[in-house]
């Protein structure tokens, strides 16, 4: 189910005016696309943490503009607690949009009883795909990965009618045996003082014997 | 031994001032869980260290630790007992210098509990305040 957000207008602009607007608990918002002119709106910020806490791409608008839009991006403060600002974007039932989206793993790996360790790199996948099919996350089956096994991009399973956009050889996840110690710790393996860029070793040396 | 650059422009850095917020390197990027910083200062490479020990001893190479500081700044000393002038002390340590948001630690492979625990260890060892953080919508 997708979420609602009751929005308004905003006819003041300006980061005076959107910061006396956060104040009130109104999350400033701007709503373009499809060659018609922009719209700026507030949402209250309850409604914006629900669905950025369900992760939902698609929410319905209601109040001053009554549509479904895609949420494009999502500004958060510099501790990610509160969202300053949020893009909605215009889709038609007809379209395909390009959107990254979440990977989450599901199951409990094989190779993780024989002695490995679940490796997970890739954690965004870039895909296109039709507008009113997007889904919230991407979900990657990892119970039947072994040791020294990978999921690739290419197998990841997409939505129907969706395109992956990145390179399908990509490892999303792997099962890897543990790290050693020492493997973890090389880079700080070096001792001493680091090199100085652009001076010779006499000198420095020569400014070593000065200090005493 | 702890961290500390390989090449550097000048051996000596002046103080500096830590101003603002991080506005890069404040989200949670390589795991699923992380350690933000909540106030803005120097973390010494030694206590880098050992916060990433503490870690890895808990996590025991089930999960993976990210380190996402480094300490590229050097901090000078003088000697003990010495007498003020003769100019600037020699390189004692190096430090990171953090700004309010940065996320210093990430986690990943690991389940949120286990996360927590482990980032609670950590958390210990820092000389700031610092937050559990997850992955967000972006």
């Known amino acids: 189910m997708r979420d609602s957000l009751t929005v308004s207008e905003r006819s003041e602009l300006g980061k005076l005016h959107v910061r006396r607007l956060r104040n009130q608990g109104k999350v400033p918002a701007i709503l373009y696309g499809h060659g018609e002119a922009n719209v700026n709106l507030a949402v209250p910020s309850e409604q914006v943490a629900l669905a950025v806490r369900h992760g939902s791409r698609l929410v319905d608008l209601n109040g001053a503009v009554n549509e479904t839009v895609l949420v494009r991006q999502v500004q958060w403060d510099a501790f990610g607690l509160h969202v300053l600002h949020l ?9 395909s949009v390009d959107i990254v989206l979440p990977i989450e793993l599901k199951g409990a790996a094989i190779g993780t009883k024989e002695g490995g360790v679940i490796e997970h790199i890739k954690h965004e996948l870039r ?22 096994q990978a999921v690739t991009s290419g197998q990841v399973t997409l939505p129907e009618g969706a395109q992956l956009l990145t390179d399908a ?8 045996k543990p790290m050693v110690e020492d493997e973890l710790s090389t880079a700080a393996a070096e001792s001493g003082e680091p090199e100085v860029i652009g001076r010779k070793k006499e000198d420095a040396e020569g400014e070593g014997g000065d200090e005493e | 031994m702890a961290l500390m650059p390989k090449r550097v422009k000048h051996r000596k850095n002046q103080r500096g001032r830590i101003k603002g917020s991080a ?8 795991g699923d869980y992380g350690l933000q910083a909540v106030e803005g200062g120097w973390i010494k490479a030694n206590t880098i260290e050992a916060g990433r020990i503490a870690a890895q ?43 309010p948001g940065s996320v210093l630690y990430e986690l990943g492979g690991v389940t949120e509990d286990q996360a927590k625990v482990c980032m609670a260890r950590l958390a210990h060892k820092m000389p700031l305040r610092v937050r559990f953080v997850k992955r967000r919508m972006t």
Not at chain 2, 68 to 96: C, D, N, Q, Y
């Open chain 2, 57 to 99: 001893q808990y996590i025991r190479g089930e999960g993976r630790l990210y380190v996402r500081m480094f300490p590229h700044k050097s901090i000078t000393a003088r000697p003990l007992e010495t007498r003020m002038g003769k100019g600037k002390g020699e390189p004692a340590h190096w430090v990171a210098v953090i700004k």
């Open chain 1, 87 to 95: 893009d909605f974007s215009r889709i038609s039932a007809d379209e």
């Open chain 2, 23 to 30: 506005t890069r390197g404040n989200r949670v990027v390589f």
């Open chain 1, 169 to 176: 050889d990509e490892i999303v996840v792997h099962c890897i």
């Open chain 1, 127 to 148: 895909i296109r795909c039709p507008a009113l099919r997007i889904p919230e996350k991407l979900e990657v089956n990892i119970s039947a990965l072994h040791l020294d």
